[in-house]
Structures are given as structure tokens and as C-alpha cells.
């Protein structure tokens, strides 16, 4: 089965769908009935089942946190619903588990909402279901509680999902984006721009000489590792919508500092390069789904660099820039050719519906 956009929708996942006589949500699925009482047994405590689920409480009673908490809620709209590297469903967990990573916390537990268009196929909930079960367990956290809602066909675009997720940060870590110093220096995990251009590329039936697809994944584990290297990384940022250029210009006005970036460190694949000179857009603007933005002491950078390489979803990293006491919240670029250009916030959305 393939979704309208072309994509495969089984993603690996061959598990079967739950034996119904239903091949579509109906509104009655949301009516708080029996029919609602089957799609949450059949579909989401199927596969999300734990302990703090199972009771289905109207919440989940967790034990008590050794540590300060972090708590972060998040929305996904994604279109098309299936890409190149992931889904809807994949894009949730992890987006809810990365924002929660980047207070520096160990994320624990989910909640997950979702708001379906009636009509939906059930199979293409369920395939999305099993790659959130699957997400989740690729991130240690669990989904402990949640909410569905089903709405009138035309109401909405198939299906909206929300997460919240809540973790725990470590004693002696504090990180925060009024944190940054002059003298910094400023790292990225990756290459930048795969998951808006491999969105792009599908909701748009472009095809490029390379394949791109979305770096979706969880950086808890990423964090985990720069943690042990040191305790002193003063911020974290994932660079979702608006790219790498946005989030920077946030944290420079947050702590009142300013940046400057190398433009020759950039890591920006071949292939997302290629597509964004076609299609006119920067990198820098473009959306990251499983990049982080690290600033952090000079004298921990080359530690944390290295400790960040060896690690899957860190080999590409690099210190691209610092932070600097001239131009207060601003974000500049000194080019490869040795001028320099003010990278400023976007005053529009480049890519709509992109997470």
C-alpha cells in the first residue's frame, strides 16, 4: 500500500492489522462507545501497553523523579503524513523526546493525543501506531497515557497528533539558552536541512540525482554521551522549523550576545544542497528533525566534538562559529570568500506543514 504522495507506507513494519469489520475511522469511533472502546484496545493499548498505561486511568500515576523535571508539549501536522525516514508517527515521539533532551533531560514518558479525520484508513493509523511503538522503544521512553478524537471528513487533513513528554535532568547539568557566553563556540550534530528538503521533495513529486531523506531520530542518546564528556554545555537547540538560522537567532536575543558563523563548516549534504539550489532556498532556514545546536566552553568544545563523532547520529559534527560580545543579538556569516552577511530571522514560514 502506498500513501497518495507515492510513498510505501509499511516502513518495515509487517505486523497485521487488528481483524475489523471497519476499514475506515467513523465518527462513531470517537463517540466514547464500544466502537470507541475498540480502536483504543485494538490499535493503541495494543501496542503501546506498560504498566502506567495499562490501568487506563484518566492519567498515569508515575513514581516519584529524583531530580528536577523537564516537561515539553508538541504538535505535528506533518504532509504529507509518510517520508523518506520516517512518518507522522515517528516525527511525534521523537520530536517531543528531542525537546525534552534539549533541557538536558532524560526523557521518560509520553502522552500522545491525536485528532483523526474521519474517513482515515484504519491501516494507515495502525502503520502509524506501530511506528510510534517503535520510535519510542528506539528511545527508552514510554507512552503512558492519552487522548483520540475522531472529527467530521473535511475537518481536518487525515490526522493531527500531539505529544507531551516529561524527564528528568541530572544533577549539576543547567542548561539554558540565556546561558551562552562570549567565547562559546557553537556546534551542530550533522549535516542540516535533510528533513524539510526530503519532506519537500515527496509533497512536491521532485525526484534529485541523490536521495534525500528526513534525519528524524532521537538525540537523547546523543546528549547523553556530550554529558559525560562535560556537565558545562551551557545550550541545547533542535533546529525544527526555521533551520539552524532561526533557533540561533533566538538564543543570541535570549542572552543578548552575538554569533558569528564560518560558512565553510556548514555540513549540508550533496544532495540537500543540490535541491535547495534548484528550489532557492538556504539550508540554514530549512527544517532538521534529528540535528541539535550545542554552545558551549571553548576549552570543552574539542571534548565534546569528539565524544559527539563517535556516537551514530553525531559522526558529521562540527564547530561551525562562536559566540562573540559585538552586534547583541544578531547571527552573522563570514563567508567562504571573507565577507560577512547578517544572518536574520525569516519573516514568513519558508516550508509550511513541515513537522
Not at 535547495?276 to 568544545?301: H, M, Q, R, T, W
Request: charged residues 20%; contains cysteine.
Amino acid at each position: 500500500m502506498t500513501d497518495p504522495s507515492g510513498v510505501d507506507l509499511s516502513g518495515g513494519l509487517s505486523c497485521p492489522v487488528p481483524i475489523s469489520e471497519y476499514k475506515q475511522v467513523l465518527l462513531a469511533h470517537g463517540g466514547g462507545g464500544r466502537l470507541s472502546q475498540r480502536l483504543i484496545d485494538e490499535i493503541f493499548v495494543s501496542r503501546f501497553r506498560n504498566e502506567h498505561l495499562s490501568p487506563l486511568h484518566d492519567g498515569a500515576l508515575l513514581p516519584p523523579a529524583d531530580g528536577r523535571l523537564a516537561f515539553s508539549t508538541d504538535s505535528f501536522v506533518v504532509n504529507p503524513l509518510f517520508f523518506p525516514g520516517g512518518d507522522i508517527g515517528s516525527l511525534a515521539v521523537n520530536g517531543t523526546v528531542n525537546d525534552v533532551s534539549m533541557c538536558g533531560a532524560k526523557p521518560l514518558y509520553l502522552s500522545t493525543a491525536f485528532i483523526i479525520e474521519e474517513g482515515l484508513p484504519i491501516d494507515v493509523l495502525w502503520k502509524i501506531v506501530l511506528s510510534m511503538e517503535q520510535a519510542a522503544k528506539c528511545a527508552g521512553v514510554e507512552i503512558v497515557t492519552g487522548d483520540t478524537k475522531v472529527v467530521d471528513k473535511g475537518k481536518a487533513d487525515r490526522v493531527f497528533i500531539n505529544t507531551s513528554g516529561i524527564g528528568v535532568i541530572p544533577a549539576g547539568v543547567d542548561i539554558n539558552p540565556r546561558r551562552a557566553r562570549a567565547g562559546d563556540k557553537i556546534i551542530v550534530s550533522g549535516t542540516i536541512g535533510d528533513h524539510g528538503m526530503a519532506v519537500m521533495s515527496v509533497r512536491e513529486g521532485l525526484e534529485f540525482e541523490s536521495s534525500l531523506e528526513s534525519d528524524c531520530a532521537p538525540l537523547n542518546g546523543l546528549v547523553e554521551v556530550m554529558l559525560a564528556a562535560t556537565q558545562e554545555i551551557h545550550v541545547l537547540r533542535d533546529p525544527t522549523r526555521g533551520g539552524v538560522a532561526s533557533a540561533l537567532n533566538e538564543i543570541a536575543r535570549s542572552a543578548e550576545i552575538g554569533m558569528i558563523l564560518r560558512e565553510e563548516e556548514i555540513p549540508v549534504a550533496e544532495g540537500v544542497h543540490s535541491a535547495c539550489e534548484l528550489l532557492g532556498f538556504d539550508p540554514l532556514y530549512v527544517a532538521n528533525e534529528g540535528k541539535l545546536l550545542a554552545i558551549l566552553p571553548s576549552a570543552d568544545a574539542d571534548a565534546v566534538l569528539n565524544a559527539m563523532r563517535n556516537h551514530p547520529l553525531g559522526q558529521r559534527a562540527a564547530i561551525i562559529g562562536e559566540v562573540t560580545e559585538k552586534d547583541a543579538g544578531k547571527v552573522l556569516m563570514r563567508s567562504r570568500i571573507g565577507g560577512t552577511r547578517i544572518v536574520d530571522m525569516l519573516s514568513g514560514e519558508q516550508l509550511p506543514r513541515i513537522c
